[in-house]
């Protein structure tokens, strides 16, 4: 009986460590047959030195502590362990959005000024400093040549640096103002043009009426 027991104690420690080096190391499933064949020989031996022998005790006492370690350690390995700091530089995990983007705070502050207006503290070529209110930063042009103490205007983001553009040259491209009164005469007139090109296509649509010659 003492063989067999000292056999199923070697055997479950044995599985057990099949088993937790089954996540660290890819064996496409050997390790999970090796442990289960552990198991199966540790229970075989406590069912055949234990129970049959009559330490019932022993024999109920290894299978509640086989269901207690069972999902203790798969649920430790597959779920616990890996999303300890410790896992995580072992294993790869994947990493969330904020872990992959550490300064999705600033990013967002800065899409946030886009628009607003600057002054530049240099001379670009073609990065540079711009100070945005009271605050100051990295920046770069959209590829014209900015001077410094120009007037500058946010029109992107590329990573931790602001994108600019000239304030005369911004106010140059941007589309015209259009006031209230000429936007109600051009709808006035889109509205009567497809009237007429409806009214139109409706006479076109009529039917030709004429005799066809016959041939001679």
Same mark, same amino acid.
């Given at each position: 009986?003492e063989?067999?027991?000292? !056999?199923?104690?070697?055997? @479950?420690?044995?599985?057990t =460590?099949?088993?937790?080096?089954?996540?660290? &190391?890819?064996?496409?499933g050997?390790?999970? $047959?090796a442990?289960?064949i552990?198991?199966? *020989?540790a %229970?075989?031996c406590?069912?055949?030195?234990?129970?049959?022998?009559?330490? %019932?005790v022993?024999?109920? =006492?290894y299978? #509640?502590?086989?269901l207690?370690?069972l999902?203790? %350690?798969?649920?430790?390995?597959v779920? !616990?362990?890996? /999303? %300890?700091?410790y896992?995580?530089?072992?294993?790869?995990?994947?990493?969330?959005?904020e872990?992959?983007?550490? #300064?999705q705070?600033?990013?967002? /502050?800065?899409?946030?000024? &886009?628009?607003?207006r600057g +002054?530049?503290t240099?001379?670009?070529?073609?990065?540079?400093? @711009?100070?945005?209110?009271?605050?100051k930063f990295?920046?770069?042009?959209?590829? $014209?040549?900015?001077?410094?103490?120009?007037?500058?205007? @946010?029109?992107?983001v +590329? =990573?931790? /640096?602001? *994108?600019?553009m000239s304030?005369?040259?911004?106010?140059? !491209?941007?589309p015209?103002?259009v006031s209230?009164?000429?936007?109600?005469?051009?709808?006035?007139s889109?509205?009567?043009f497809?009237?007429?090109?409806?009214a139109?296509?409706?006479?076109?649509?009529?039917? !030709?009426d004429f005799?066809?010659?016959?041939? @001679?």
């Open positions: 009986m063989s067999y027991g000292l !056999i199923v104690f070697m055997m @479950v420690a044995l599985g =460590g099949f088993l937790i080096c089954e996540v660290f &190391i890819p064996s496409a050997i390790l999970t $047959a442990s289960i552990c198991y199966l *020989v %229970t075989f406590a069912w055949k030195g234990w129970y049959q022998a009559g330490e %019932t022993w024999w109920w =006492g299978v #509640f502590g086989m207690i370690l999902p203790t %350690t798969i649920s430790g390995t779920y !616990i362990f890996p /999303r %300890t700091s896992g995580k530089s072992v294993l790869a995990v994947p990493q969330s959005l872990e992959v983007t550490p #300064f705070e600033e990013e967002a /502050r800065l899409n946030g000024l &886009i628009g607003s +002054k530049t240099m001379m670009f070529s073609p990065g540079g400093m @711009v100070q945005v209110g009271l605050e990295h920046a770069e042009s959209d590829g $014209a040549l900015i001077q410094a103490d120009e007037d500058v205007v @946010v029109v992107g +590329k =990573g931790n /640096r602001l *994108v600019v304030a005369e040259l911004h106010a140059s !491209i941007a015209a103002a209230p009164k000429t936007a109600a005469l051009n709808e006035e889109n509205h009567d497809v009237a007429e090109a409806s139109t296509d409706a006479a076109n649509d009529d039917p !030709i005799d066809i010659p016959e041939n @001679v």
